[in-house]
Every structure is written in C-alpha cells, then in structure tokens.
C-alpha cells in the first residue's frame, strides 16, 4: 500500500474498507448477494491462479479442474458420507493438493506450452470423468440436494450468512498470498519467473517451489470449489467447462498478474462486467472476446499494473 | 471394419490438417493458435453459404469458402499477432483465445444458433468400390487431403514462396538475416494455416453438424495429435492426427464409445509424461 | 579441488568441449581464456550443472558434479555469474542478492505464511547477509534501486554480491569485467583479491588480458574446445600456441 505510507492514514482506510464490507449484505438486494457471493469464490480461484501463473509465471489452465475436484469432494461426502462441512473442506483441500502434486511433479519440468496443454488436458478429464462416473458423481444430472454448510451449531443458509463465511475466507486467502509474496518463496517465484536458470545457479530447487506454487493454487481452487458447492446446494459437469479457466485466466490479466490485489479486483470485474453490460445481450460476448485482445494489447499489466505506473507519474506504454 | 478405419482415417485426416495449420503457426511465430479450430468452423459455415444459401455451384463453393477464410485468417493475424510482435509469446496465445470466442459469437449472431447440415458432397451416402460399401464424403476427404499435402509439398520444396515459409519457420532471425520479407512471409504463414483448417471445415460440414461450437473438439484432438507428433516436426503434426482419428474410432467401436474421449486424454497425458518430445519431434537442447 | 577429467560436450555435430582436462586448486585464482567460441562458457556450465557432459567427469573434492542439477551444485559451494547478465531486473538490488541467500534457509511454507519467529529471524539474517554483500561490492547505496536500473558495470558487481550470498567455496565468474572501464576493473581486481583472503577459490573466464595477468596464479588456455596450455600467467603468454591461436583468430577467425 504504497499510496497511503502514514500508519494511520492505513488504519483509517482499512477500518473504512472493513465497515463497508461488513455492511454490503444490509445495502443489496438477494440477486446482487449472490453475485458477490460467486464473486468471492472467483477471487479464490484467482489468486489460487496468481500464485502459478502470477508468481512463479508458468500458464496453467487446471483452476477449473481444482475447482470441480473441490466441489465434488465436498458435495459427495456431506451428501453421502455425512461428513460435517468442515471435514467435508478438510477433504477437497487434501484432494487438490494431491492433484496438484501428482499433476504438477512431471508437467512442471515441461516448457511453458506442454504445462498449458497438459493442465487443460487434466481439466477435460476431471470434466469427463465427472460426466461419466455416474455411480458416484451421478453423472451429467450432477449432485443435488448437497446439505447447507455447518459451522459448530450455525447451519448456513441464506446468501447473507455465506457471504460472511466467504468473507472471511476470501481475506484470508488475500493475507496468505499477500504473506507468501513478501517471504523468500514470493522472490523466489519472481526469480524463476524472469530467469530460472539464474534461480537454479543459486540453488534454488525450481521443479519443487513451482510444485509448491502449484499446489498453492490447486488448494484454493478446492477450497472455492467447495464453498461453491454449499452455496449452490448443486453441482453438475457442464459448470466445470474450459470457459472458467479462461474467465479465471482474464480476471487474472485484468486486474493485474503478480498482484493478489489484482486478483481480487479482476475477480470482481469479471463478475459484475457481464451484469453491467447486459444491454449488449448476443453481442456481450464478441465484446467480452475483442475486450481480451485489447487488454493484452493495451493494457497487459492489468489494472494494478496501470495503477502502479500512474502512482510513480511514469510512462504509458506497455511492457507485456 | 473397412468403413470404420475409412472413417478413422478421414476424421484423422480432418485433425491432420488442423494440426498442420496449427503447427505451421507455432513453427513460425512460437506461438499457440487457440482458435485454430475456429478456423475450421469458418470454413464450415462460409461453406454452408457459398453452397446453401448462395446456391453457387459445388466446387466453386468450396473454393469460394476456402479462399473467405484464409482471408479470415489474414485479418485474425492483423488483431492478434501484429500488434503483439514483440511481447513474449504468451499474449498472443491469450489474444487468440479472445479472438476465438470473439469469432465463435459473431458465427452464432451471423448464422444463428440452430446447426446446419448438408448432404454428402458426392451426392450418395455411399460408394461401391471394389466390392466394399463405403462412405462417400470419407472418401472424398482423403482424396482432398492427399491432394492438400502434395500441393504444400510442391509448395514447400519447389517454389520461392514455400522456401520462405520453411525458412522463417525454422529460425525466423536467420531468416530476416537472409533477406526474407519475415513479416509477410508470416502473414503468409497464417493464411496458409487459416486455408488448411478452412478445407477441413468445409469437408466437414455433411459429416458434422455445424455450429459455433464444433471447432473445440477439433482442435483438441487435433492438438493431440500434434503432441504425439512432436512439436518440431511439420510431418508429425500431420500423423499424429492421423492416429487419433484411426485410435478414436477403434475406441468407439471396441471399447466404449462413451470413454473414447478419455481414451484419447489418456494417450495424451502419457504422452505428456513419458516422450514430451512426441515421436518425430527433436529434443532440443537450450543454449545458454 | 575442482578437477574437470576429459570433459567433452557436443551440440549436434559441433564439438564445444573436447576432452578438456585440469585442475582448480583451493584459494587459488584460476582464470580460462581463449579466443571466443572456445568453449569456456561451455565449460562453467557443465560445472556449474546447466550442461550434462556427454563425458568425462567433474569432480570438487571427492564429490562428482557432472549429472546434478545446478541447485545441487549450487549447494554443494559453487557459485557464479553469467556472461550475459541474469539478474532478476524488476526486483530490488537488495532482494537479488537476498535471493541468493535462499538456499542456506531451512523454514517452510507454513512458517512463512504463520510468520512464525523462526522465519522472521531467517528474513533478518538474508537481509543482513545481503546487505554485507552489496558493501562488499560497493553498491549498498543502491539497495532499495531496480536491479534493471543500474548501470552495465554496476549490474555485475550485483551479481558477483549475488553469487556471494550462496555461501560459496568456489566463485565462478564469466566475464566479470566486461563492459568496465579500467578504474572499475581495478575495484574489481581489488575486490577479487579480497576474495581470495577469505578462503575462497575463484575460478574465472576473461579476454581482459591485463586483469588476467594481474590476478591469476594460474591460467588454463582452450580452443576449438581444446586445452592449448596451461601454467603460471607469465608462461602462458610467451606460449607459442597460445599466441597463435588468438592471432589466428584476428586474422582468419574476424
């Protein structure tokens, strides 16, 4: 928060941030609610995708699939198993995780096309396999009737009451990646990125930290996919298309890649963009299309990027 | 069985030459064309109106249809690639895939969302040939691919034009070093790729509906068979394809047809995994 | 202490290294010179595990180097600049140098991410070293600056402040004075020097012949990928083959 440098200038911002958020459910209506509320959970899936493509610079296309895997664990375990919700969560973060490292061992040692390749691959499996293992998954109808979420003796609802859980998880999936950036794995991610022979000259063990970074972004996108699923009560194949890695994949440059700030504000944009432009009906996604070319064009640091560059009076171009 | 591997071999031909285009691209410019398949489905529906609604007669139709895309693609280069010449390839690959959903949409707001069809192009469902029953436009299809490859053939090895696209293909500094117009011959590049996928769209469109949606499936497998191929290798990309068609339909038939997707998923993952280089592609070493 | 043993490694057709066998003894200043394209930096990456020989060994004490990963490398004490620079130039000079520091920690992800006590000592001390190894260099005026903004000269002392932050027993420099002018190449023979005070071994590829005969003990002369010669600075000048292959060079190589 370069901006604001005096203590209690942040203070002040951050309590302002923090009452307004508190309040949101008070000030919208229950369709506005549920769009933040899937707004959160894009945010999770956005800086779960920051940490591998952001941080450590390597293209994955496999949010989707983290994101189903996590949705379908839970789903399947407090519907069938009658887990509560938190083993239910416990569950999809041990699932993607382990996903994450079984995917990422031999594809992260792959240039940067193969690793795209192969995490879409992963993600068209996770979709068929979901589509096609009907005992279990029930098939292309998907899972319904998945029970509410549970915390001690609080059985969650309503939007109003996700949207405090989501809240909190969202901030501190923000503070974690905010943590992870400012500690020797943050800079040795940004070092891999700009020259990994240079990082591994000075010992750095790139194969494992980018496991790592991966894995980081497998774990949220298990985390989102299971919050999706209690919100939605359901979940089914045709939600876990390759079009969710790609909006994930926009959020991501839109609001800045590199920065979890971005990848909240790009979260948020995505979601709220097609809502408010709604008037442009079968024309929205040409636009939404023609939009991504110019943001690379134009604007390939995202919004924090542009921001960053107003703040120090610099120069317009891009850098890409 | 003989219909079968006819079929196999002409659906593989249809991701040979989608591959072909797509590697072309990634040969001359490093990058990933995600909307390769987009291409097709131009060429399927421009096909659809030159022969359906223009009612222009069949063969001109084609060529009509094959020509508007490769126009196509002379355009999506000017959008995607030229003002990203020197960004690192990764932003192009995500401006073509912006492209593509652009071009998906605009196909659906243009021809609507219902799928088209048409009859063979030969006019009967089946050929009898030599004592066998066999399907017309699979016929046809490979027909036109064998006439596709040997024209890029005499292209590539006979003339100037073709000797330009290897060269920028293989070292695009060298190639400017050497004089070659690179950016033209890049441009050229493009269409040439747009053109594959056009005859392949336009071949398709009496054996596959026809909608906004039907470049994905193609271009992935496509994509597929240009990793079995091997990245580096123009003739691999081609074969590649090949086999996942000719693998895909024995899985249908033998195996389950619902997982023969996941069959060709699997064949890639283990691609992936244990020969990254594909079968034709070369290994090639990084000079610090 | 470093012992490269008929060290061979071809690209396709093109022989780079050729059977190239010496000997790097501890706290010596050893440099490798040659005419450009001999093999030199060839050489440093095979050592330095970025290359795999396609034969020979290399070997630093008892341990065998060729075939590991250039972290394992890196850890076992060798460490060094490139030729063409690599530093990370949207970072600050001071978290380059920190970077190199990485490898001597020991706390995980949890740590960081809890900001445990054990990780916020391990910042401090990465910090610290960090900061002690750009006064080494001169540049800890600098610290707080864009790696990417420094001046050419400047931006290979960051690495060498870098390379240092590894811990390393052996420094192995590419070229540390190109683009220098002659005071900068004194600081840095100077600092070099320095380094050998302090136990270490430096082993380093130059074409500043001044800066070689100053501060070698011992030179190891290749072309074509070959070893030509091999002695005492003084000797390798007056060598005869040495002499003809950098003439050579000027005159059918240009």
Redo the contacts between chains.
Sequence with gaps: MRLVPSPWGRIFIFSLLGIALLAVPALTTNYTLRLVNNAGIYMLLVLGLNFILGFAGQ?SFAQVGFFAIGAYVSALMTLDLGVPFFAGIGAAVLATGACAIVLGM??LK?R???L???TF??A??VR??AT?WSEVTRGAAGVVGIPPATIGPLTLVTDRQYYYLILVVVVLGYLVAVAVQNSKFGRSFEAIRESE?AAQSMGIDSPARKLLAFTLSGVYGGIAGSLHAHLFSVVSPDEFS?DVS?VV??AL?LGGSGSPLGAVVGAALVIALPELLRFLQ??Y??V??????A???FM?EGLTGLGRRLAAGGNWRGR? | MEQLLLNGISMGCIYGLVGLGFILIHEAVGV?NFAQGDFVMCGAYLGVTTALILKLPLPLAVLVAVLATGIVGYLFHL??YV??R???P??????T??????????A??IWGPWPRAQPPFLGTQELHVAGLVLPSQSLLIIAVTLLVLLGQYLLFSGTRLGRMLRATAMDQEVARLMGIPVRRTIALTFVLSAVLAGVAGVMLVPVFLVSSEMG?AII?KA?VGV?IGG?GSIPGAFLGGLAVGVLEILSAAYISS??K??IV??I??LT??FR?QGFFGEVV?E?? | MIRFEDVTKR?GGLVAVNEVSFEARETTIHAIIGPNGSGK?TLI?CLTG??RPDSGRITLGAHRLDHLPPWTVARAGIART?QTIRLWKSMTVLENAMVGHDAQTHSGILSAILRSRAFKAEERAMRERAMEALEFVGLEERARSRAGDLPYGRQRLLEIARALCTEPRVLVLDEPAAGMNPNECEELTRRIAKLKDHGLTVLFIEHNMRLVMGLSDWVTVLDFGRKIAEGPPGEVRANPAVITAYLGQSRSRA
């Design positions: 293209l031999p594809t792959l940067g096309y193969y795209a390749l192969a691959a992963f068209e499996i068929h396999v096609n022979v390759f790609i994949l926009v440059l079968q024309y996604q040409i939404y299309g023609l939009g991504i070319v943001l690379m064009i390939p890409g | 990933s959008i995607a003002p990203l020197v960004r690192p990764i932003t192009v690959l995500i401006t895939i912006g492209l593509g959903i652009a071009m998906r949409n605009a659906l707001v994905l992935f994509w990793v990245f619902a997982y997707d996941a998923l699997l890639l993952m992936l995994l990254p070493a000079k610090i | 690209f930096t990456n970025v290359y490139f």
